[in-house]
């Protein structure tokens, strides 16, 4: 089963400082029906203006993974992470016990372009810790960024879960099989690209559920966030 999700069809909130487009129940947007896509609970892809910034907030038992298209996010933290995250880069935070972090936008005349994604854990009450690596070779492949630590060069979360980050010119295809009960998600930041068959442009998500085999190709310049998940 494959549900498309056009652009226009997600939830937009407009706070000046941040235009939002959440794919899932978040804050003040509630919806029983739309909460969660197996173990992922969040996907915000969100526009930050110079200067914007979440100021320090709390998190818990929650594996929070940032990825920068466009600008650069500056993380604070209170386990005393301190770092900047450009493109090509991607950050991950294990909420665990209880964290608490700001994020903003350091840039005085450019804007950024975040992707915020929520994954629930398998345990609670772990102990919160932060790590960041650079991605850069996802050039005409589907490249591997976060894992459950069983896939070599990956960022570790407590999840049985892969993200894959993927950049393809016109006419590049990649396939990603998938064992049997499990989901996926895919997510089109920008470009058009053909998933078994069906076509997905820029904003655009596909919810997956059951599907062995992914064929995706790109009809345009294209970039791909898929997610595996545990239903």
Do not use: C
């Not at 197996?38 to 818990?60: C, E, K, T």
């Not at 880069?89 to 992707?115: F, T």
């Not at 070599?152 to 064992?179: F, K, M, N, W």
């Amino acid at each position: 089963m494959i549900q498309t999700i056009a652009s226009a069809d997600r939830h937009h909130a407009d706070f000046g400082w941040l235009s939002a487009r959440w794919h899932f129940s978040f804050d003040h947007y509630y919806d029983p029906n739309n909460l969660q896509w197996g173990a992922l609970r969040v996907f915000n892809d969100d526009i930050i203006q110079p200067g914007g910034s979440f100021p320090m907030h709390g998190h818990r038992d929650m594996e929070i993974i940032s990825v920068v298209l466009e600008g650069a996010l500056e993380h604070t933290d209170s386990i005393g992470s301190r770092h900047v995250l450009r493109p090509g880069e991607v950050q991950v935070m294990s909420a665990g016990a209880g964290i608490r972090h700001s994020e903003s936008n350091p840039s005085s005349s450019g804007k950024m372009r975040l992707m915020q994604i929520w994954i629930r854990p398998r345990n609670r009450g772990s102990t919160p810790r932060w790590e960041q690596r650079a991605f850069p070779d996802r050039q005409g492949k589907l490249l591997a960024v976060v894992s459950s630590g069983d896939v070599p060069g990956t960022l570790a979360i407590d999840q049985d879960a892969t993200i894959y980050l993927s950049e393809l010119r016109t006419g590049e295809a990649v396939e990603h099989h998938s064992a049997p009960g499990r989901k996926a998600y895919l997510f089109v930041p920008s470009g058009d690209v053909e998933l078994n068959g069906r076509r997905l442009s820029s904003g655009d998500q596909a919810r997956i559920d059951n599907e062995a085999e992914l064929k995706i190709r790109a009809l345009d310049a294209s970039v791909l966030i898929l997610l595996d998940l545990p239903d």
